[in-house]
Nanobody, 127 residues
Framework: QVQVAESGGGLVQAGGSLTLSCTAS????????LGWFRQAPGKEREGVSC????????YNTDSVKGRFAISRDNAKNTLYLQMNNLKPEDTATYYC????????????????????WGQGTQVTVSS
């Protein structure tokens, strides 16, 4: 059973930065298509950023374009989400999601596509 685990959340002021990390066990990160999702209280889970297995293609949802960047280091078995210029509306629990299947990385598939999820890490942005 693949296990994924996030780290790096916290409390930051608006305009600040955070970097989230995600590691996988049992299966190398290089064999997984990966994504970052977030869920704020009372809202549906949304795909924020996704990346294909090689890292050659990435996607960021419109609300984070120009501020967030997803990347992966398969040698270090780690997925990253660099978040800059954070806004209060970015406040949510962020989840790392993984699936063995190939994905294009040009969009974030539905959350139902992903088989493995971390427990989430809280990101809180104060105004």
């Amino acid at each position: 059973q693949v296990q994924v685990a996030e780290s790096g959340g916290g409390l930051v002021q608006a305009g600040g930065s955070l970097t989230l990390s995600c590691t996988a066990s049992v299966v190398p990160v290089g064999d997984l298509s990966l994504g970052w999702f977030r869920q704020a209280p009372g809202k549906e889970r949304e795909g924020v950023s996704c990346i294909n297995r090689s890292g050659s293609s990435t996607y960021n949802t419109d609300s984070v374009k120009g501020r967030f960047a997803i990347s992966r280091d398969n040698a270090k078995n780690t997925l990253y989400l660099q978040m800059n210029n954070l806004k209060p509306e970015d406040t949510a629990t962020y989840y790392c999601a993984a699936v063995r299947a190939w994905t294009s990385g040009t969009y974030c598939p539905s959350s139902r596509t992903f088989d493995y999820w971390g427990q989430g890490t809280q990101v809180t942005v104060s105004s």
